[in-house]
């Protein structure tokens, strides 16, 4: 864990929706290149490259955070999910807040779609529900396409597919 | 917007933090990096060593006792909101936190790398001041503290010397029955403030006894409002709110201009705010 002597180049152990994976990376890498480029996730978009837009928002161990605001390796030995984690696996289903955007057309272009995603994914459920948390939360993520009217009626309508589906954010 | 090539040290002590931070031209600390990284990403800031403190034991810690809360330097700002005991003892640091960035930046940003940082603008070397906070400062030299009124010296510019690290600060409670208000006018919401201020006020019998005011986004550093802590002793809800609004225009005349706002807009928010904070404290005291 500790790297005492100052070097350049960095081994990192990352666990990547679920996937444990090992590279040597220049210390000036940033996470979101690293997703991006060395792992090769591409859901994850990058809008601004400087903690502005939220776009390249994913999960590390279990807080939403700007992707291009850390290095990887500070995720060293840590866990990220990405959007690419948020449907069940090996099914052509979407996440019910996945399934919501669709169905309440809470993106145009959708670049900026993932950040929104993980931000929400990041929170408890609960909070979907209240409106006023919700505004609170999205304030970091920004969207020039919809307006957010029909981000935030994405997100009570995920919030009724998650009661009425028994509670399980993966049903 | 990528970083230029550095080098990068991730040590397990204070101790070794220290030498390393000596040992390299150009050396910075990092913490959160919610401005650190950016400024690096620009290239503004030129970064040959990088000294994670991180993974320092015990460096992330909030403790909280009836005196008063101390914050490690590794302590994110969502862990600080989040503590039970730290928004009981310091209301502001609450207040403050709710303002800072987004839930995302918060979940990295450190209350001691925004002191750091001192960006004029912020709302935490403000809260620092207002409320009488004590930095505890390690470097090549050892340990010295530093009173938050004499840690900021001008814009992005502390007292902090080459080779030091901030490793926590304390936050005093306020005095007994006092509210802490800190308000500011932004353009959106987690923005930094276009101007705001901090007040810690004790209202007795429907009246102000006594104010710690300190403004933000006015000028190099948080200001003083010397001149409206004296006009604000003594006002009641149904006193003319002149006096205290002139004071403010008196204590805020270096106010800077910029695209955002005019110096003349700054002034006279800060003195609307204070006038607002004193109303809300008095709302506070009547309802307790």
């Known amino acids: ?171 | 917007m990528k970083p230029a090539p550095f080098d990068y040290c991730r040590p397990s002590t204070v101790t070794e933090a220290l030498e390393a931070l000596s040992s390299a031209e150009s050396s910075r600390v990092l913490a959160g990096g919610q401005s650190l990284v950016p400024a690096m990403n620009f290239r503004l800031t030129d970064v040959s060593l990088l000294v994670d403190i991180n993974r320092i034991e015990g460096l992330a810690s909030v403790d909280c006792d009836p005196g008063g809360v101390t914050v490690g330097a590794a302590a994110t700002q969502t862990r600080v909101l989040e503590h039970e005991g730290a928004a009981g003892v310091v209301g502001g640091l609450r207040a403050a936190l709710r303002h800072v960035g987004h839930l995302q930046i918060r979940n990295r940003g450190t209350v001691c790398g925004s002191l750091a940082h001192a960006d004029p603008a912020a709302e935490l070397p403000a809260l620092a001041v207002a409320s009488g906070a004590m930095l505890a400062v390690s470097g090549p030299d050892g340990e010295r503290r530093v009173d938050a009124a004499d840690f900021f010296i001008g814009p992005f510019w502390t007292a902090l010397e080459d080779g030091e690290l901030i490793t926590e600060v304390r936050f005093p409670a306020p005095p007994p029955g006092s509210v802490t208000i800190v308000d500011e006018i932004s353009r959106r919401a987690g923005d930094f403030a276009v101007a705001g201020m901090v007040a810690i006020v004790e209202a007795d019998g429907g009246a102000v006894r006594s104010a710690s005011l300190v403004g933000f986004g006015l000028g190099g550093v948080p200001t003083r409002l010397a001149t409206a802590e004296a006009a604000i002793r003594g006002w009641a809800a149904d006193h003319p709110a002149d006096t205290i609004a002139e004071a403010v225009m008196a204590d805020t005349a270096d106010a800077f201009d910029d695209i955002h706002a005019t110096s003349w807009y700054r002034r006279e928010a800060v003195a609307a705010l204070t006038v607002r904070a004193a109303r809300r404290a008095l709302v506070a005291e009547e309802a307790a």
Not at chain 1, 40 to 49: F, R, V
Not at chain 1, 117 to 126: F, H, I, N
Not at chain 1, 140 to 159: F, K, M, S
């Open chain 1, 1 to 171: 864990m500790t790297i005492s002597e100052p070097i350049s180049e960095v081994d990192v152990e990352v666990t990547i929706n679920g996937r444990t994976r090992r590279h040597r990376v220049p210390a000036r890498l940033l996470l979101s290149d690293y997703i991006r480029d060395t792992v090769g996730l591409t859901g994850t978009h990058l809008g601004c490259e400087h903690g502005y837009c939220g776009a390249c928002t994913v999960i590390v161990d279990g807080d939403a955070v700007r992707s291009c605001l850390m290095l990887a390796v500070q995720a060293d030995g840590g866990e990220v999910r990405t959007v690419e984690d948020l449907a069940p696996a090996g099914s052509d289903s979407l996440s019910p807040m996945q399934q919501a955007f669709h169905d309440n057309h809470a993106l145009q272009c959708g670049f900026c779609t993932a950040g929104f995603l993980m931000t929400l994914e990041s929170v408890d459920p609960g909070e979907w529900n209240e409106p006023e948390r919700v505004v609170e939360l999205l304030s970091g993520n920004l969207c020039r396409c919809t307006g957010y009217q029909n981000i935030v009626a994405a997100v009570t309508e995920a919030w009724s597919a998650y009661h009425g589906g028994g509670g399980s954010r993966d049903g």
